[in-house]
C-alpha cells in the first residue's frame, strides 16, 4: 500500500463497468506519508471466510459461513456472503469485505441497465462472469475479492470461481475462502453427478460446517441460496450449529450506576411547525 | 486508529437506541483534550460517531453533513438510516486505495422507530448489527464488556446504564482512550445526552 | 529455512480469580495455530500442589517443558521436606525465578498462578513471559486477554494490592458467583476471539481440595 498506486490504471476502464468511476485516490501520497513515519493502517475488514457451490440435476445450490474477522477478532457473527447479481444469479464472495460487496453491487447494477437495454432477457451467468474477472483483472489483484459466481440461464446451470487477479474456472463444484480445503475434502468424499436438489443442499450444508468448525477464519451459521429454473430460494441461516454456550444471569446495572456529570435533553431540530409557507430549515 | 486514540459505542434497546464516545483526544500518549466528542447529529433521529484520525473524523463530519443538506434540499425529508448508512459507505469505498482514516459507527431510528445500527470499517464495509457495534483503539475490550453485558429489548433507562458501564469500563485499560465519555440517548420522543464521569488518567 | 522459528503461537486464554476462602483457575481447552485446529481438547492447566495451580498460553512446547520443570522441583521440594508441599507464595517466586533465568531465550508462555495462601486465602499470581510478577485478585492471560479483562474490573473491583494499610485483594464474590462469572467470561471470549473455544477447564481450589469442571464452549 505505498508507493505502487501509480501503477493501477483508473483513467478509463474497458469491458462493460466502464461507466463505474475510477477510485479517488487523493489521500494515497498523504497516507502513504504518515505510514512512512510510522503510523499503521488500521486493518481491513476481512470474511476469512468458507464459500461453496455444487451444480446439480437442475440447478446449483450455493453456500457460505457467516464470521466477518478483524486480525483475530470476530467483527460480524452474522454477516451475509451471499451476493445478489441478478434474479437468477447470486455470488459468494471471500476477502476484503468492502471489496466483494462493491464488486458485487457494480455488477449487479450493470445487469439490471443490461436487461433494462435488452427488453428484459434474462441476465447470463457468462456475461455476470466476464464483467467481474475484466473488473478484477483490471486492479491487478489489488481489488481482493475472491468470488463463487453460480446462477441459472437460457444455457442451464452455470458454476465458477473468479480469484483476485482476474482468473476464473467453470466447475461442477467449487470451494473458496481460508476453509475452501476444508470444504473441498467433503465434495471430494460426496460429490456425485445429478444429484437431487436435497442431496445437494446437504453436501453444501456439510461442506459449509466442515469450514466452519475446522477453519478458524470461518464460522457462526451457515447460509444457502438454490438456483433452479423456476426461480431461486435464499435461505438465510439455514442451519445455525454454533448458538452461544452460556449467559450469565447476573449482569444488570441498576439505576444510578453510572456517574453522571450532566444530563441535557437536546432541542429537536427537525420539529415540524405546520402553519403557514415557512421557510424551509436546512441547518445540520 | 492509535494516533489519536478513541472509542465509540452504539447499541440497542427496545424502541430506542444510543450511541457513546469517550473524551479524550491524544497525539499519542500525549493528552491534547479532554472534552473532544466523536460523535456527530445527523438529524434528530440519526447520529454518526468515528474513530480514527481526528483530521480525517472531522473532514467526513463535515461532509456528512453536507450531503445530508444536500439531501434534504432536493427530497425534502430527512435520510433514512440505510441510506445514510450506503452514503457513508460509498464516500469510504470511493477511496479504496487512499481511505479516510476512520470507522464510522451509525446509530438510528428508522421510520417505524426501530433501532438501526452498523458499523464499518476505513473503506465502507458495512456490518449492520442488531446488538451493537464498536470502533476504536479499544475495540477488543469494548467487544468484551458489550458480549457480557448486553440484552435484547432493554429500555432507555436500562440501556444507558448498560451501555455507560461499558464505554467506562471498556476504555478503562486503554491509555489512548477515557477521560469520561459521552451519551446519546435516541427515542421516538426526543435526544438525551449525558456526559460521564470516568478516570482522569 | 531462514524464516524458521523457534516459537509459535498456540492460543489459548487462562483466567484466575481469588477468593476469601478459594481460588479458581481456568483455561480453555483449544490448542490453535494459524487458522488451524491442532486439538481441542488440550490442558492448560496443571495442578502442582494441593495448594498451588498453574496455567500457561502461548507457546505449547514451551508451556510443556515449563510444566515439567515447575512440577519436578515441587516433587524434589517435597521429598527434601518431609513430603511437605511448596507454599504457594514460594511457588509463585519460583516460577519467577525460572522464568527469569532464560531471560534472552524465554519461555514464550504466560503464565498465571492460582492457590492459597499459608491463610488459606486466595492467591492469584500474574506474570509475563520474563518472570515480572505481581500477586492480584484476579487476572487473565492469552489471546482473550483484552475481552475479558474490562468484565473481570467491571464486576470484581478489587482493591490494590499496593494499599496502605493493606487491604485484602481477594474478590468479594462467592464461590458459586466467581464460577458463573468465570464461565460467561469464556463464552464471551468464545464469541468474539478465534483462538479461544472447544471447552473451558475450570479448576477450584479450597479447603476441601482441588476439584476440575469442564464447560462446552462453541466448535467454531
Given at each position: 500500500m505505498s508507493s505502487s498506486y501509480g501503477d493501477i490504471n483508473v483513467s478509463g476502464g474497458i469491458g462493460l463497468d466502464s461507466e463505474s468511476a475510477p477510485f479517488n485516490l487523493e489521500l494515497a501520497r498523504r497516507n502513504s506519508m504518515i505510514e512512512r513515519q510510522g503510523m499503521k493502517l488500521p486493518r481491513y475488514l476481512k470474511t476469512g471466510t468458507t464459500i461453496c457451490g455444487v451444480v446439480y440435476a437442475n440447478g446449483v445450490v450455493l453456500g457460505a459461513d457467516t464470521r466477518s474477522t478483524n486480525g483475530d477478532t470476530v467483527?460480524?457473527?452474522?454477516?451475509?456472503?451471499?451476493?445478489?447479481?441478478a434474479p437468477n444469479i447470486y455470488c459468494c464472495g471471500a476477502g476484503t469485505a468492502a471489496d466483494t460487496e462493491a464488486t458485487t453491487n457494480m455488477v449487479a447494477s450493470a445487469l439490471n441497465m443490461h436487461r433494462y437495454g435488452t427488453n428484459g432477457r434474462t441476465s447470463r451467468v457468462i456475461t455476470a462472469l466476464t464483467m467481474l474477472k475484466s473488473h478484477l483483472f483490471k486492479y491487478q489483484g489489488n481489488v481482493s475479492a475472491a468470488l463463487v459466481l453460480g446462477g441459472f440461464d437460457i444455457n442451464g446451470p452455470h458454476l465458477f470461481t473468479v480469484y483476485p487477479h482476474g482468473s476464473s474456472d467453470s466447475l461442477p463444484y467449487a470451494t473458496m475462502g481460508s476453509g475452501s480445503l476444508a470444504a473441498m475434502s467433503i465434495f471430494e468424499a460426496g460429490y456425485k453427478e445429478n444429484m437431487t436438489k436435497e442431496e445437494a443442499m446437504k453436501l453444501v450444508a456439510d461442506a459449509i460446517k466442515s469450514g466452519v468448525f475446522n477453519d478458524l477464519g470461518s464460522g457462526s451459521n451457515v447460509d444457502l441460496c438454490i438456483i433452479t429454473k423456476e426461480g431461486k430460494e435464499y435461505l438465510r441461516n439455514?442451519?445455525?450449529?454454533?448458538?452461544?454456550p452460556y449467559a450469565s444471569q447476573s449482569f444488570s446495572f441498576a439505576k444510578g450506576t453510572t456517574p453522571v456529570l450532566r444530563s441535557t435533553m437536546l432541542t429537536l431540530k427537525d420539529v415540524v411547525v405546520e402553519e403557514g409557507a415557512d421557510a424551509m430549515e436546512v441547518g445540520a | 486508529m492509535s494516533y489519536n486514540g478513541g472509542a465509540v459505542i452504539a447499541m440497542t434497546g427496545k424502541e430506542c437506541v444510543a450511541i457513546a464516545c469517550d473524551l479524550r483526544l491524544g497525539i499519542q500518549n500525549q493528552t491534547?483534550?479532554?472534552?473532544?466528542?466523536?460523535v456527530f447529529r445527523v438529524h434528530d433521529k440519526l447520529f454518526v460517531g468515528l474513530s480514527g484520525l481526528a483530521t480525517d473524523m472531522q473532514t467526513l463530519s463535515q461532509r456528512f453533513a453536507f450531503r445530508h443538506n444536500l439531501y434534504k434540499l432536493r427530497e425534502e425529508r430527512n435520510m433514512k438510516p440505510t441510506t445514510f448508512a450506503n452514503l457513508v459507505s460509498h464516500m469510504l469505498y470511493e477511496r479504496?486505495?487512499?481511505?479516510?482514516y476512520a470507522e464510522p459507527v451509525i446509530a438510528g431510528l428508522d421510520e417505524n422507530n426501530q433501532p438501526y445500527i452498523t458499523g464499518m470499517d476505513l473503506i465502507g464495509a458495512m456490518a449492520p448489527a442488531s446488538d451493537f457495534v464498536v470502533a476504536g483503539s479499544s475495540s477488543e475490550s469494548l467487544f468484551g464488556v458489550c458480549e457480557s453485558f448486553w440484552k435484547p429489548d432493554m429500555d432507555a433507562e436500562t440501556l444507558f446504564e448498560t451501555l455507560g458501564q461499558c464505554i467506562l469500563t471498556g476504555v478503562n485499560r486503554d491509555c489512548l482512550a477515557g477521560w469520561g465519555a459521552a451519551i446519546y440517548i435516541i427515542t421516538p420522543t426526543g435526544i438525551t445526552a449525558k456526559t460521564l464521569k470516568g478516570r482522569q488518567d | 529455512m531462514s524464516t524458521w522459528s523457534p516459537y509459535d503461537m498456540n492460543g489459548g486464554t487462562c483466567v484466575a480469580v481469588a477468593g476469601a476462602d478459594y481460588c479458581i483457575v481456568a483455561a480453555d481447552t483449544r490448542l490453535s495455530t494459524g487458522f488451524s485446529i491442532l486439538t481441542r481438547e488440550h490442558t492448560k492447566v496443571v495442578t502442582l500442589s494441593d495448594a498451588c495451580v498453574l496455567a500457561s498460553a502461548g507457546f505449547e512446547g514451551d508451556r510443556k517443558q515449563l510444566h515439567k520443570v515447575l512440577g519436578m522441583r515441587q516433587q524434589v521440594f517435597a521429598h527434601n521436606h518431609g513430603g511437605k508441599p511448596m507454599s504457594c507464595p514460594a511457588m509463585a517466586q519460583m516460577l519467577s525465578n525460572t522464568l527469569y533465568f532464560k531471560?534472552?531465550?524465554?519461555?514464550?508462555t504466560f503464565n498465571l498462578l492460582g492457590g492459597l495462601d499459608k491463610s488459606g486465602k486466595g492467591a492469584v499470581y500474574t506474570y509475563d513471559a520474563i518472570g515480572s510478577y505481581e500477586r492480584t485478585g484476579y487476572a487473565c492471560q492469552g489471546s482473550g486477554q483484552a475481552l475479558i479483562m474490562p468484565v473481570l474490573d467491571n464486576q470484581l473491583k478489587s482493591a490494590s494490592p499496593l494499599l496502605y494499610p493493606p487491604v485484602s485483594s481477594a474478590t468479594p464474590l462467592t464461590e458459586a458467583q466467581a464460577v458463573d462469572l468465570v464461565k460467561d467470561c469464556f463464552a464471551t471470549a468464545g464469541e468474539r476471539?478465534?483462538?479461544?473455544?472447544?471447552a473451558v477447564e475450570i479448576v477450584v481450589i479450597n479447603r476441601n481440595g482441588v476439584r476440575r469442571e469442564t464447560m462446552p464452549l462453541k466448535l467454531d
Open positions: 467483527a460480524d457473527k452474522n454477516c451475509e456472503k451471499i451476493h445478489y447479481i439455514y442451519e445455525c450449529p454454533n448458538p452461544r | 491534547i483534550a479532554t472534552d473532544y466528542r466523536k479504496r486505495f487512499g481511505p479516510y | 531471560r534472552f531465550f524465554p519461555y514464550y476471539d478465534i483462538y479461544t473455544g472447544d
